[in-house]
């Protein structure tokens, strides 16, 4: 019969010596106790793997520890279970580790799972209901409610038929972890094996990754090749979400890398010692989680000191839900979503949990009402893909956000990124502004509105003037440039901006110029075309057409606007027509000669170098030439195509 292997994986949970490690043994054949502490003690201390065929489906399962003292470790465990088989033997019944594992797995968001009631051979059929109506009552009002509850012996086989066809409907039940996501392995230990180099062991939580493929080990940056890959022990090209895999990196050294470490697509994940997060507390003790609290940190296979930091008020109360913010005493990896336990740190237990929201680069304005509104807003747009593009979208600093820069936010892969853009667009949430370059649609209206108010109130300053300067407008919108320039060609297409000769108006705006300024423009204009390359100054000008001098600094605004003048440097303006003599003659001179000394210039326009120089520096700015030192030679024109 041909085995199905699917990217599932469950795990056990229970009370030490409740007979977990004993029924994985008859599911898979498998002894996952292998360290000689392990065996000698008759007690699991690590996490145990093996590959599980379930009706021709093939599946891991996990065995976690049960001691009190291996709480950490069974935490590791557990973050990658998809279904749980909680164990409960039928003698001792329901235990501490019971009821802290059942906790966890609830916080961990674990949805599928069933309880095996072990070691009946031990007892009667009284106390086999006695503690079936025990389980029934612990697992009201969790996952576990109405989940199956099946009387199984390891010594005798009882019942074992009911649980394997419960186990079938159990796997059955799950859907597979999807495999397009960012490959991300939190590592559960390394070790060397000679010839080989360094192997890395864990459950994948997103993504799939490939012999050859690149990876990057966090916190330590250290960059590696993937040169071999097993699944549940047998050679394999590639291994995805939900697997358990050995991953082997040649190069590096196995005491560099330690439990917690993550393994991952190079680009989309940084240690942050900063994260936002959703927190449930448990509700069974009577309990309240202070302000600044120390605590113990779960995540992955990760355990780390934190503090944390309430959102709101200066208390939580047992069964409260909030948003915090953890500090790290070291940095941590993880990220969107990710699931996590909170512990006390003495004496340790467990006390809530809840999912990541997002990194954070500096501790937040706790009590600032917009700074609560959107993580809110956030921890509420994180549990879905598109959800989380769309607000990232919408909150991008410079109104639009790169494909790439998209990608790394939200922890997609560009290919799926570009998929929830598709939609968002089609479904008229977002906007493409350019190739490669996205924005939310609210935001671009209110950038638009912002760019069409600032020409609005320009042209009620100055309506002489036919627009806005280009740079001016690129400059007072705050944006990055080349968002700003995207946003411009739009309201151009829409029709409701125009521009011409680097100046951006209303497309109504029509230049209203009093009769008084015309004839101060057209006095002006007279004497810049009478004394060609050698023109006044403002002061000169004003004096020489007997303006006083505000009058006539606005007619040469209006005559520069209007391009009758020509700015050639901040304090020195020429007519149109001696700028386009200027040119004629530099041209002409350099087809010629090929080049020309800057100080010879003046020689040609028969001017002073106080004209020269700042008309050569102009023409080198507008394209026409390049100046090597003290030298000018004519541009050559770009190739078209």
């Known amino acids: 019969m041909a085995v199905q292997q699917i990217n599932i994986t469950l795990g056990t949970a229970g009370h030490i010596d409740h007979g977990k490690t004993t029924l994985v043994r008859l599911l898979t054949g498998c002894e996952t106790d292998r ?22 489906i093939e599946v891991g399962i996990v065995d976690v520890p049960g001691h009190e003292h291996f709480i950490k470790t069974m935490v590791a465990g557990a973050t990658g279970m998809d279904g749980v088989l909680l164990v409960v033997a039928a003698d001792d019944g329901i235990m501490p580790q019971t009821r802290e594992h059942l906790d966890i797995l609830t916080l961990l968001g674990i949805r599928h799972g069933l309880v095996a009631l072990t070691k009946i051979d031990r007892v009667g ?37 009911a649980f394997l066809k419960a186990l079938r409907d159990l796997v059955r039940s799950i859907r597979p972890k999807r495999a397009d996501g960012v490959f991300r392995l939190p590592v559960e230990k ?74 991952a697509l190079p680009g989309f994940f940084e240690p942050a010692d900063w994260y936002i997060c959703r927190l449930r507390l448990l509700a069974r003790e009577p309990f309240s989680l202070k302000n600044a609290a120390r605590v113990k940190f779960h995540t992955g296979t990760s355990e780390v000191p934190g503090t944390a930091y309430l959102m709101r008020g200066d208390r939580a109360a047992a069964g409260e839900e909030c948003l915090v913010q953890m500090r790290f005493g070291e940095p941590l990896v993880a990220g969107p979503g990710d699931r996590f336990i909170l512990r006390t740190a003495s004496p340790p237990t467990t006390v809530g949990g ?14 600032d009402p917009q700074v609560q509104a959107d993580l809110a807003e956030r921890a509420a747009a994180v549990l879905d893909e598109e959800s989380f593009v769309e607000y990232a979208l919408r909150t991008a600093p410079s109104v639009g956000a790169a494909e790439p820069e998209l990608a790394r936010r939200v922890k997609v892969q560009l290919a799926r990124l570009r998929e929830i853009l598709a939609n968002l667009v089609a479904d008229g949430r977002a906007v493409v502004i350019a190739p490669g370059l996205c924005a939310h649609r609210l935001t671009v209206e209110q950038a638009e509105k912002r760019l069409l108010a600032i020409l609005a109130e320009y042209h009620r300053q100055s309506p002489e003037s036919r627009g806005l300067p280009a740079g001016e407008l690129l400059e007072a919108a705050g944006l990055a440039r080349e968002v700003t320039q995207c946003l411009l060609a739009r309201l151009t297409a829409a029709g409701a901006i125009a521009s ?18 015309r004839d101060a423009m057209d006095a002006l204009e007279w ?46 303006v020429f007519h149109r027509e001696a700028v386009g003599r200027a040119l004629e003659i530099l041209v002409e001179f350099l087809r010629k000669e090929g080049r020309l000394e800057s100080v010879k210039f003046k020689y040609l326009l028969n001017t002073t170098r106080k004209y020269a120089i700042p008309l050569l520096d102009y023409f080198d700015r507008i394209g026409v030439t390049r100046a090597v030192g003290h030298t000018r030679y004519l541009k050559a024109p770009r190739r078209q195509g």
Not at 130 to 137: L, Q
Not at 354 to 367: M, N, P, Q, T, Y
Not at 533 to 555: D, F, H, Q, V, Y
């Open 190 to 263: 390394a070790f060397s094996i000679k010839g080989h180099g360094t192997v890395l062991t864990g459950i994948p939580v997103a993504g799939s990754a490939r012999v050859a493929d690149e990876v990057v080990l966090l916190p330590q940056g250290m960059a590696g090749r993937i040169s071999g890959l097993q699944v549940y022990g047998r050679e394999a090209e590639a291994v995805v979400a939900g697997q358990c895999a050995a991953i082997n990196i040649r190069h590096w050294e196995a005491g560099a890398v330690r439990r917690g470490s993550v393994l």
């Open 354 to 367: 809840g999912s990541i929201v997002e990194a954070a680069s500096r501790r937040l304005k706790r009590h």
């Open 500 to 517: 011409a000769a680097g100046r951006i108006a209303l497309a109504e705006h029509r230049p209203n110029v009093p009769a008084e300024d």
């Open 125 to 161: 059929s009284d106390r086999t209901g006695e503690v079936t109506a025990d389980i029934e009552r612990l697992v009201r009002g969790t996952f576990l409610e109405g989940a199956p509850i099946l009387p199984v012996s390891n010594v005798t086989g009882d019942g074992f038929d």
């Open 527 to 572: 004497l810049f075309r009478r004394q060609d390359l050698s023109p006044p100054s403002a002061a000169e000008a004003a004096e020489a057409a007997g303006l006083p001098e505000g009058r006539a600094a606005k007619a040469l605004r209006l005559l520069v606007d209007e391009q009758r003048l020509i700015q050639v440097a901040p304090d020195l």
């Open 35 to 56: 360290l000689k502490e392990e065996i000698e003690r008759g007690m699991s201390i690590e996490l145990g793997f093996a590959p599980c065929l379930v009706a021709g």
